[in-house]
């Protein structure tokens, strides 16, 4: 995260790969995204644990069809639509084309769950949605 950029990036791989033990919400532009992450590090969220998904980069790491990133982009990402369904990535991919952001905090637990939920709640979401090790739950 530089000092220009207050929205920390997911580490690697470069290839954004379904999370784990986090909760993810499409909020509607960087003004929101940025209180949010206000609102989450007041509430005791490491900032350094709380990533954002952002612009033409993001899009090339979120990669719907795995085609910027070879061969093994490509099986990967046809192994997730398998199991996750065909539209997901893409609908992430047009959600920042269109100047939105992807929030991604972590929700080890039911209290940090419910603590991170309602916090994204108030910044007007599209979509929430638990990733936890081997499920997932919309909630929005």
Same mark, same amino acid.
């Given at each position: 995260?530089?000092?220009?950029?207050?929205?920390?990036?997911?580490?690697?791989?470069? =290839?954004?790969?379904?999370?784990?033990? !986090? =909760?993810?919400?499409? =909020?509607? $532009?960087?003004?929101?995204?940025?209180?949010?992450?206000? $609102?989450? @590090?007041? @509430? +005791?969220?490491? @900032? /350094? &644990?709380?990533?954002?998904?952002? +612009? $033409?980069?993001? #899009?090339?790491?979120?990669?719907?069809?795995?085609?910027?990133?070879? =061969?093994?982009? !490509?099986?990967?990402?046809?192994?997730?639509?398998?199991?996750?369904?065909?539209?997901?990535? &893409?609908? /992430?991919?047009?959600?920042?084309?269109?100047?939105?952001? #992807?929030?991604?905090?972590?929700?080890? /637990?039911?209290? &940090?769950? &419910? !603590? @991170?939920?309602?916090?994204?709640?108030?910044?007007?979401?599209? !979509?929430?949605?638990?990733?936890?090790?081997?499920?997932?739950?919309?909630?929005?």
């Amino acid at each position: 995260m530089s000092n220009d950029d207050p929205f920390a990036e997911p580490p690697g791989p470069d =290839l954004l790969p379904e999370p784990k033990h !986090r =909760l993810v919400a499409r =909020l509607p $532009d960087p003004d929101k995204a940025a209180s949010a992450l206000a $609102d989450l @590090a007041s @509430a +005791g969220f490491p @900032a /350094d &644990e709380v990533f954002v998904i952002k +612009g $033409d980069e993001g #899009i090339r790491r979120i990669d719907p069809a795995g085609v910027h990133h070879g =061969l093994k982009g !490509r099986v990967v990402r046809a192994a997730e639509k398998l199991a996750l369904g065909p539209e997901l990535f &893409e609908e /992430d991919a047009a959600h920042l084309k269109a100047g939105g952001v #992807i929030v991604s905090v972590p929700a080890r /637990d039911p209290d &940090e769950r &419910e !603590r @991170a939920e309602n916090i994204l709640r108030v910044h007007d979401p599209s !979509r929430m949605r638990y990733w936890g090790s081997l499920a997932h739950e919309d909630i929005i």
